[in-house]
């Protein structure tokens, strides 16, 4: 796979306007998870364990608190600053009441046991975690290119290469889910970042889900959703390689297949099961998606004997090197114009600075709940 580098302004070019895409906000949510399965998983995970991830290592006068990068119903994710080192790091920020009256302390609980689990180059890497009286800290890597959302936002939609480039390191990240029965169930460009060189970070695992045979919880973006989970028969890990589908769609399309004014319109769509190829499409990119984006599950790719296997061995993956891809040896099609070095923010949006509720001292009602933390 030869990408040559390319910039905003030749991403624009010639890319004809497009519906919009809906963005949907999604919340921590996702169903009760084994701890003592997910023990046992890192002890054999082939790959190196971060041993400095632990609860309490970190206080907050450890870091100076930049700005603002991002918000959600359970709380915000700032761009922070290490007093000691001077590194940079985003901490995601979730408030505890908030957590407990929606029903959430378990499934925070799991989302940073399988933070701590995951190593992969396109993951977002944890460093700890702490608390306060009120809240929640989880230490994460920061990653300074972006959202994928805003840079196809921006550009409209995707030439055939840079669409496969990205939806190549996304299939090798969910493989290396898979392979620890962790379904993500969260996949869209908002929650695909780019690092400084342009591969891929997938962040936010509000969703996901240790799963060793399948699952019923509905949850998800809804025009990611697949039909098995709209209907709530169990499901397993398929349901990350229909998302695969959608997401390679709306990258090349600039939206997505089933996308409608209300969930529920989107969800009849999806159960409908139409989908209506743009006419500049490659041949080999509209077979690859008729078999992802199918309600049948013995013919969706991923989920056959041969697992992600079919994918990646699919014509429109003719070129990948998947080994050099895993290893970052191959030239990113597009590197983030990162403009004052380390720490630079400039490729997320604004959002409003509030007053910060953080360092409560004294009694914890909630302390009990998040033991982990």
Known sequence: MDYQPTNLQSLH????????????????????????????????SLLPQRS???????????????????????????????????????????????????????????????????????????????????????????????????????????PNPVAKFYAAEVTLALEYLHSHNIIYRDLKPENILLDRNGHIKITDFGFAKEVITVTWTLCGTPDYIAPEVITTKPYNKSVDWWSLGILIFEMLAGYTPFYDVTPMKTYEKILAGE????????????????????ADLTRRLGNLQSGPDDIKSHPWF???????????????????????????????????????????????PYGQYFLDF
């Open 275 to 294: 989908v209506v190829y743009p006419p500049f499409f490659h041949p080999d990119v509209v077979d690859l998606l008729g078999k992802l984006i199918t």
């Open 52 to 158: 400095t991830v632990s609860k309490g290592k970190y206080t907050l006068h450890d870091f100076q608190i930049m700005r603002t990068l991002g918000t959600g119903s359970f709380g915000r994710v700032h761009l922070v600053r290490s007093v000691h080192n001077g590194r940079y790091y985003a901490i995601k920020v979730l408030k505890k009441q908030q957590i407990i009256r929606m029903k959430q302390i378990e499934h925070t609980n799991d989302e940073r046991r399988m933070l701590k689990l995951v190593e992969h180059p396109f993951l977002i890497r944890m460093w700890g975690t702490y608390q306060d009286s009120r809240n929640l800290f989880m230490v994460m890597d920061y990653i300074e290119g972006g959202e994928l959302f805003s840079l196809l936002r921006k550009s409209q939609r995707f």
């Open 13 to 44: 070019a010639g890319a004809a306007p497009q519906p919009a895409v809906g963005a949907n906000a999604t919340d921590v949510g996702h169903a009760s998870q084994s701890a003592s399965y997910l023990q046992a998983q890192e002890k054999k």
């Open 318 to 364: 003719a070129e990948v090197v998947w080994e050099k891809l895993v290893a970052k040896d191959i030239e990113t099609p597009y590197e983030p114009p990162i403009a004052v070095g380390v720490g630079d923010s400039s490729l997320f949006d604004q959002y409003p600075e509030e007053q910060l509720d953080y360092g409560a001292q004294g009694e914890d």
